[in-house]
């Protein structure tokens, strides 16, 4: 049952519990496994691969059943139905859409005798990480290959972990193929992540690896970072509701379950001016458990991370929220944009009551891979910048390094940097003769 705190130094130490809530696990032991099934992968390639999917996934493959065949990829789309392909097509193009319009722009400025600019190129090779496990997602293989392509990224490749039977959900290999994705591989866990970082004999080392996953993914990414880039360090999800007197009870606690059903670590959060609509959303959350498919898991989350905290004011509920910086932000308030500028801190912010969460997470276009457990106080969702760096372009005449020649000098020289001073001055001394 969700709980209910109406003091607000309570309500702030159990917001930063929550937060923590991924600390609560046991992660010193599982960085040393996780450590070790990267040196492994490093060490033996794909017999590695095939070593940890008999062991985690109790499937036993050949080398050659790693990567997913032409004639799978075909037949995924006989077996699911038009409606779902139909519906992965348009969330493809509203994703691509979104992306586009966020593509940076190369650009150079002239000015007296000098160039400046930046010059935007994709990497050469991402890997998309898509989990499975508990459900299967072909939203996040869209989330995360859109804007891949987006950017012009050559190589894109994808690893997903096999179901009992070896095969990969159909839909995903589906959203797969209409954003662009025909080479993937049937690995999952920490050493997915390590193929795509160092590479064996069939998969390629990438140079940024994106998407989700459990927490050995999660340590995985956070171990080979620096080797190449990553999108984020993902915990579990969580959304926080800020609702007025004008929210509908029915509609805020599907909201909240529709966070809890993603895992037993996922966090729903109700900030709410309203004593009534906390008892309402409370009675109601547990009304629309009674039948829920998924209720034992979604129960979980609800009882260790689920709870309603009144407040005085929406104006302390954005404080409370700027504390937590949550991932997702539903304002289910009479006038969400005269709020917005009170939130600081949040990974996406759905407006008003007509947009819930899952608006966003299969087809509004912005990305639904966002930070979580307080990262959205310093960054961002993915997005085309993800799979794209900047160089710096400079260009100084002789004229323009003359005129500041001296105060470069003075700056080497200062810092006991001989020959920094040398290239320039030797540079004008040059041009002096």
Same mark, same amino acid.
């Not at 702030?12 to 046991?26: P, V």
């Not at 969400?336 to 899952?358: K, N, V, Y």
């Given at each position: 049952?969700?709980?209910?705190?109406?003091?607000?130094?309570?309500?702030?130490?159990?917001?930063?519990?929550? +937060?923590?809530? $991924?600390?609560?696990?046991?992660?010193? /032991?599982?960085?040393?496994?996780?450590?070790?099934?990267?040196?492994?992968?490093?060490?033996? /390639?794909?017999? =590695?691969?095939?070593?940890?999917?008999?062991?985690?996934?109790? !499937? $036993?493959?050949?080398?050659?059943?790693l990567r997913v065949s032409g004639s799978e990829l075909d037949a995924a789309y006989q077996q699911v139905s038009k409606e779902l392909i139909d519906a992965i097509a348009l969330a493809r193009q509203q994703i691509e859409a979104f992306h586009r319009q966020r593509t940076p722009k190369s650009w150079v400025e002239f000015g007296n005798q000098t160039v400046l600019g930046k010059r935007y190129t994709p990497v050469d090779r991402a890997g998309l990480y898509v989990p499975g496990g508990r459900a299967a997602y072909p939203s996040t293989v869209l989330m995360n290959a859109v804007p891949a392509k987006v950017a012009g990224v050559e190589r894109r490749v994808m690893v997903t972990p096999p179901g009992a039977d070896g095969k990969i959900t159909p839909a995903v290999l589906v959203a797969a193929q209409e954003a662009g994705i025909e080479e993937i591989y049937r690995i999952g866990g920490a050493h997915a992540i390590a193929a795509l970082a160092y590479g064996t004999e069939r998969i390629p080392e990438v140079d940024v690896i994106t998407g989700p996953g459990n927490l050995y993914v999660t340590l995985a990414k956070k171990m080979v970072y620096g080797t190449v880039g990553i999108d984020s360090l993902a915990g579990p999800s969580e959304v926080l509701v800020i609702a007025d007197q004008n929210a509908n009870p029915v509609y805020v606690a599907a909201d909240l379950l529709a966070q809890a059903e993603h895992d037993p670590m996922a966090a729903a959060i109700l900030l709410t001016t309203e004593e009534k609509l906390a008892q309402q959303v409370q009675e109601e959350v547990q009304k629309q458990l009674?039948?829920?498919?998924?209720?034992?898991?979604?129960?979980?989350?609800?009882?260790?991370?689920?709870?309603?905290?009144?407040?005085?004011?929406?104006?302390?509920?954005?404080?409370?929220?700027?504390?937590?910086?949550?991932?997702?932000?539903? !304002?289910?308030?009479?006038?969400?944009?005269?709020?917005?500028?009170?939130?600081?801190? =949040?990974?996406?912010?759905?407006?008003?009551?007509?947009?819930?969460?899952?608006? /966003?997470?299969?087809?509004? /276009?912005?990305?639904?891979?966002?930070?979580? +457990?307080?990262?959205?106080?310093?960054?961002?969702?993915?997005?085309?910048?993800?799979?794209?760096?900047?160089?710096?372009?400079?260009?100084?005449?002789? $004229?323009?390094?003359?005129?500041?020649?001296?105060?470069?000098?003075?700056? =080497?020289?200062?810092?006991?940097?001989?020959?920094?001073?040398?290239?320039?001055?030797?540079?004008?001394?040059?041009?002096q003769e």
């Open positions: 049952m969700l709980r209910i705190i109406n003091q607000v130094a309570e309500a702030t130490t159990e917001l930063q519990r929550i +937060s923590r809530r $991924t600390h609560d696990q046991q992660i010193a /032991g599982k960085e040393e496994a996780v450590q070790e099934i990267i040196q492994t992968v490093r060490k033996k /390639g794909d017999q =590695a691969l095939l070593d940890y999917t008999a062991k985690f996934d109790q !499937l $036993t493959l050949t080398v050659d059943q009674a039948d829920h498919p998924r209720r034992t898991l979604t129960e979980k989350s609800i009882a260790n991370y689920g709870v309603v905290i009144i407040v005085n004011s929406l104006k302390e509920a954005a404080e409370l929220s700027n504390i937590f910086a949550p991932e997702h932000l539903e !304002l289910e308030v009479e006038d969400p944009w005269e709020m917005l500028h009170l939130i600081r801190h =949040a990974g996406a912010i759905f407006m008003g009551h007509s947009t819930p969460e899952a608006v /966003g997470d299969y087809l509004a /276009g912005p990305n639904h891979t966002l930070p979580t +457990s307080g990262a959205a106080r310093y960054a961002s969702a993915l997005g085309v910048e993800t799979f794209m760096k900047h160089s710096s372009l400079i260009e100084y005449s002789q $004229t323009a390094l003359d005129h500041v020649s001296q105060a470069i000098q003075t700056l =080497a020289e200062a810092e006991g940097l001989h020959s920094h001073s040398e290239s320039v001055r030797l540079r004008r001394e040059n041009n």
